[in-house]
């Protein structure tokens, strides 16, 4: 469980992507939805690890949203196994099998 203000990985559904260190905005678990930003842009990722970014932490954006569901490890397990497997970003993979507006 990772605590509110917490720097994580956060996996958003995009081709070029393994993952953006964000700032947890509350309570959340590995595999918990989140809402959040990139270039302006709303997307809805996926907590997916602790953050490895190494940037300072005043350059590290909050989440907009911490939700209430998410994706169990298995499944997170399965992405990053399919994504060795077809050499594709994990995002990518997450992004087949998120149908991203109806989350």
Known sequence: ???SNAIVKVLIPNVVNSGYDYRLTDDADIGTFVQCTVMNRPYIGVVYGFGDSGLPPEKIKNVTKV?????????????????????????????LILNVPDI
Do not use: C, Y
């Open 67 to 95: 939700l209430k569901s998410g994706l169990s490890i298995q499944d997170l397990q399965w992405v990053q196994k399919m994504s060795e497997w077809t050499l594709m970003s994990p995002g990518a993979v997450l992004r």
């Open 1 to 3: 469980m990772f605590k």
